[in-house]
């Protein structure tokens, strides 16, 4: 079961609306002793361009 986390580092490949894209699909996540996410990776997530192709709902 996931756990709500947030996140506001949009500069990460698996930010996706202030949430953990790896978290909602309940992957490991690695938090350091400071409270930084390890598993920082510099990119953009790919579901934002799931997202812009669209659902098709809006073509009924």
């Given at each position: 079961m996931a756990i709500n986390l947030i996140c506001f580092n949009s500069e990460c490949?698996?930010?996706w609306e202030d949430c953990c894209k790896k978290n909602l699909q309940e992957t490991q996540i690695v938090?350091?002793?400071?409270g930084m996410?390890?598993?920082f990776e510099?990119?953009?997530c790919d579901w934002y361009g799931e997202s812009e192709k669209g659902s098709g709902a809006d073509e009924i």
């Open positions: 490949k698996h930010y938090i350091g002793e400071d996410c390890k598993s510099k990119g953009v």
